[in-house]
């Protein structure tokens, strides 16, 4: 099939989603000839590597832009390489890291958790006692709130696609409801709160309305099967599906329940978001609808013209993504993507579109809507009213450039 | 809630399903007392470990019964270690193995897939060529038609549950679709079979029905969202969901387009099945309905009488499972199963009873349907009319007996 004759869906050679299953794409197959087949490479000529106990990767793909805060040990983030990867899991061994006093050591087995506070029986648990109780386990992102900050400055940095968005991951995680713990503690009325605190050096804490705790959080024990990582909360975590990531506290050590919230400096000095009349918005746990292209993007250039298949990854803390759109000309004309199989409710869904470069100047984007029908907004929508220095909870559209060579840049478009 | 008053659905104490998350469990938190709060552990004293480009894991865990055929080099299985894996998605690097020659170390850039044979136009794809065709990802299981041989062992074999069951491990496979690959080349009439071929030293080589290569195969180049490993066929794989592992030829060489079966060495004087009449069983592609119990399972031991979770794996070959049964009397009584919120096509679903363990001897099984309606046989229907020595697609239901001590082992029952 002649790929000029495919139907246009939007401006600048986006096609219809459908012609992602259907076209033959021609030009990226050679046609064979008799010298590219029959001669075995060497690596044929012997046997391989043998057995161990675990398979290492094939790739030294690692997380990008790690940084630590001057004058902290491990208090900073590292960010999980978003443009190397496809699916809607996250390796382990790539999911971000944010910490605030780096990643304790922690013996599981002298590990406990307490349940005290505004409650008929404060209980105490080891993890033993916790995998007596059911585990759930869903696919489902975590996302920190300061995620896509680099959207702000005034000029578009020159960072690639993780270093910008790479503190979003999925994984499947598993642990207890925590309405199991907190109904066996027994709630006290009038409490309406939870302080939830971690067994690192700071005890970094944060207030969660027991609502939420009710609602689908669970104390995780596992990530992607097998236990959490150290940095991510071993030998447990708090976690909230949905939320900004600060709040589904790590290692995790207490939860207090209380009448309000503690008002710590987590939640309030940071976390939280500071509008230009000078108040302070608290508490804004959600994270916004929002989709970012992840191919092609900085970094990854384009080669010969023809047919390219965008690939990128959407997610809502309000629940499932709806639809996805993209734009191959900044935002004048829209196509829908296909969604992959697997839409989940408070996860990355990847979105794809097939898009012909004639090798224009093109300018892609991509725009999801939940499904709430919430919009994920363009960048002057999401910047308008913060004060200066407020920069958590960004879901603008990003834009990337691709220029007449092929290459991908960060635009505000 | 006194648990002794819930509220049975089977006998030797299987509780209601709905159990799993109502009941108050009493028994498995303590009651906090003073000392237990307010003693701040070493590891809170001081920063923790600082950033770096990729999280390692947290346990020692490795893939168990590690075998290579005695004067091979790197022939053999490793197993994912079930036992101590919770959630469906099993770890990349837990992620089982079998070779015919090792593995090969594959430069990715120099790699190329050859589709010949009776085709209009004999095609070479090297990986950036892939990359330009749409992708699909799924979570789906891999199985080797080897899984579970152990149980036709005369006695029962003293393995845990890694051992006897670890050739199953399921993964998020992304890919293009071969039939868009296919019909690049061209099927000329009468084809009906492809010859798939592997790059590492035998040339491992299965044939596969055209039919299921447009159904739903793949070239897979990832696998939980990063690049393959290099046991796991690393730069491309076939992959065939819900059909015998040694069928998704590794480090895919070539597809050669054909009218017939090659029936070459591995479908022929292996991965076929021979009965007691002396004839052999070709092609058995998919795996059988299945599911193990893999807590509690030999080498986890229960502690005090209680109640406790139990938790295992079921999939099928032909789709979704539909329910799962448990049984704590070895097999008499049997109460439903709670299935996890993903419960996906050819993928593993893990599913979940409450017990309550009053001490006794107990022989807990696992019985899978599947939403063809297929139920998981016995091990005397499953052995029925097998020759001696005939091993492949094992599939039937394992008991664990516990003894007093909450100790379990293998038993056939």
Known sequence: MDSSRLPDAADNGLLDRRTLLRAGLGSAAALLTASAHGTRPDHMRQPGAPMSGTSPPATELARTAIQSQPG??????????????????????????????????????????????????????????????????????????GNSAALLTPQP??????????????????????????????????????????????????????????????VALYQNGEPLRRANGYPMRLFLPGWEGNASVKWLRALQVTDQPAMSRQETSKYSDLDVDGNARLFTFPMGVKSIITSPSPGLTLGEHGIYQISGLAWSGAGRIRR?????????????????????DKCLTRFR?????????????????????????????????RATGSFYHVNAIQAWAIDSHGAARNVYA
Chains 1, 2 share one sequence.
């Open 72 to 145: 902290t040990l491990g208090s900073g983030a590292s960010r999980t390489p978003l443009q190397h990867l496809d699916g809607l899991i996250t390796p382990s061994r790539l999911h971000f890291e944010r910490h605030h006093a780096g990643i304790p050591t922690i013996a599981a087995h002298a590990h406990r958790l307490v349940i005290h506070g505004r409650v008929k029986r404060p209980l105490v648990f080891d993890l033993d006692a916790l995998h007596r109780y059911p585990i759930v386990s869903r696919l489902q992102f975590l996302e920190c709130s």
């Open 157 to 218: 940095a020159d960072m690639d696609c993780g270093a910008i968005h790479g503190l979003i991951s999925a994984s499947e995680w598993g642990g207890v409801p925590l309405n199991i713990l907190l109904d066996e503690a027994g709630i006290e009325p009038g409490a309406t709160w939870a302080v939830a605190s971690g067994a690192d050096a700071p005890a970094m804490n944060r207030s969660v309305p027991l609502e939420k705790l009710y609602e689908d959080a669970i």
């Open 324 to 344: 996805v759109e993209v734009s191959a000309d900044g935002g004048k004309t829209w196509a829908e993507a296909q969604l992959d199989d697997h839409v989940l």
């Open 353 to 385: 579109a097939a898009w012909r470069w004639r090798g224009a100047p093109a300018v892609l984007m991509s725009r999801a809507t939940d499904a709430t029908g919430a919009v994920q907004p363009d960048r002057a929508a999401n910047i308008e009213g």
